[in-house]
């Protein structure tokens, strides 16, 4: 059996977080050639899929009288409610057509249950319901990790940080992510990030 110890995780390349879409990040869509570049040299590719219900609770719009980017408490902690996005089987939720999806080994979908919202690849925003993606890639052995996607400051740091703390070496490329940089978001995750010992690359 070849030993694998690598493997690149693209966060959430998904028509919804693309220039046009729903919750659009700034430039997300210039990524993605590079992104196809790394799949060709890191054996091991996973891609999520942020994937909701639509009556998803991180929705603005299922919240009576509640604005998109405003912050509510929920039962697991504070949530920001977005502009509906990546709803289960809409175009948004489809992955950007430029993105090369065949390299692919696994295909994660996260952020399926209306009650809880799920940024990190790894737990749902309680930082506790696993999504099993630990358990995946240390089955392949699987040790370092390369994060890229989208948005640098929610889903592709949470992701980061979770994985750091469950042990994996960690590197996010920060010019293959795009963030949404709400309230100072960008710079409190850069922080975050280097607190839980990932190493930010260009
Ligand atoms: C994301 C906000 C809401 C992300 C997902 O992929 O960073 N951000 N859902
Ligand atoms: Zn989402």
Not at 70 to 89: D, F, K, N, R
Not at 144 to 155: M, Q, R, S, V, W
């Amino acid at each position: 059996m070849t030993e694998v110890t690598e493997a690149l995780i693209v966060i959430d390349v998904q028509n919804d977080f693309c220039p046009g879409g729903a919750l659009a990040v700034a430039g997300g869509d210039e990524i993605i050639p590079r992104i196809n570049a790394l799949m060709q040299e890191i054996p091991v590719t996973v891609l999520t899929q942020d994937w909701h219900p639509e009556d998803h609770s991180s929705f603005a719009s299922n919240h009576p009288s509640a604005e998109p980017f405003s912050v509510i408490e929920m039962p697991y902690g504070p949530q920001t409610l977005w502009p509906a996005h990546c709803v289960q089987g809409n175009a948004g939720a489809a992955f950007h057509p430029a993105l090369t999806l065949d390299p692919a080994d696994m295909i994660l979908r996260k952020g399926f249950r209306a009650a809880i919202d799920s940024y990190s690849a790894f737990y749902e925003n309680d930082h506790v319901t696993p999504t099993g993606l630990a358990g995946y890639l240390r089955e392949r052995g699987v040790t370092d990790l390369t994060f890229t996607g989208l948005a640098l400051d929610f889903c592709v740091a949470w992701s980061a940080i979770d994985a750091a703390k469950l042990g994996f070496t960690v590197r996010v490329l920060e010019g293959a992510c795009r963030a949404i940089d709400l309230n100072g978001s960008l710079e409190a995750a850069r922080k975050a990030m280097v607190a839980a010992g990932v190493t930010l690359a260009k």
